[in-house]
T-cell receptor, first 114, second 110 residues
Framework: SAVISQKPSRDICQRGTSLTIQCQVD?????MFWYRQQPGQSLTLIAT?????????ESGFVIDKFPISRPNLTFSTLTVSNMSPEDSSIYLC???????????FGAGSRLTVL | GQSLEQPSEVTAVEGAIVQINCTYQ??????LSWYQQHDGGAPTFLSY????GLEETGRFSSFLSRSDSYGYLLLQELQMKDSASYFC???????????FGKGTTLSVSS
């Protein structure tokens, strides 16, 4: 299955700033997915990122707040804009494995907003 | 809307058997998956059911009944290392992301 490298692994940010999370996959993949997981909670899908087209956002998430780039088939970024303490969470990127039924996750980026 | 319901917590002792149930209500269904997540770690895949019936992988088995919108994960011969959160997840259509349940925290004691 694909290996996903995600960075930063953690960061402490000030309110009102923005942070970009990078996700690198060791093989070409069609779709990448971005999830958010608040402490002790489930994984919530933010958006699906396809190469060559705009990301598709889930209800409750908007492009202005979470802009996503997908410049090629191995890389994607998620920016958390104008952060507030409510954005403190773990952000995970993922992709479908070769079996097409298995999601592989990066290790996650733990953001704390003060 | 869509929802996946599973118990929030389960406790058991080493060597025991535990069943974690999941009922779902989603717009579209293309299979039920189970993921394990240890504290501080990323979710990892355990099993996938597209059709009704039982899938067995070592100590873990998963069951699906599409007519009942229900599935379960069965963990046998529990070990301390099985202490983790377990999530059921539904794919609404082929090639799309998963929608996850709230997760079940399993605590295994000696």
């Amino acid at each position: 299955s694909a290996v996903i490298s995600q960075k930063p692994s953690r960061d402490i940010c000030q309110r009102g700033t923005s942070l970009t999370i990078q996700c690198q996959v060791d093989s070409q993949v069609t779709m990448m997915f971005w999830y958010r997981q608040q402490p002790g909670q489930s994984l919530t899908l933010i958006a699906t990122a396809n190469q060559g087209s705009e990301a598709t956002y889930e209800s409750g998430f908007v492009i202005d707040k979470f802009p996503i780039s997908r410049p090629n088939l191995t890389f994607s970024t998620l920016t958390v804009s104008n952060m507030s303490p409510e954005d403190s969470s773990i952000y995970l990127c993922s992709t479908l494995g070769s079996g097409a039924n298995v999601l592989t996750f990066g290790a996650g980026s733990r953001l704390t907003v003060l | 809307g869509q929802s996946l319901e599973q118990p929030s917590e389960v406790t058991a002792v080493e060597g025991a058997i535990v069943q974690i149930n999941c009922t779902y209500q989603t717009s579209g269904f293309y299979g039920l998956s189970w993921y394990q997540q240890h504290d501080g770690g990323a979710p990892t895949f355990l099993s996938y059911n597209a059709l009704d019936g039982l899938e067995e992988t070592g100590r873990f088995s998963s069951f699906l009944s599409r007519s009942d919108s229900y599935g379960y994960l069965l963990l046998q011969e529990l070990q301390m290392k099985d202490s983790a959160s377990y999530f059921c997840a539904v794919r609404r259509k082929a090639g799309t992301a998963l929608i996850f349940g709230k997760g079940t925290t399993l605590s295994v004691s000696s």
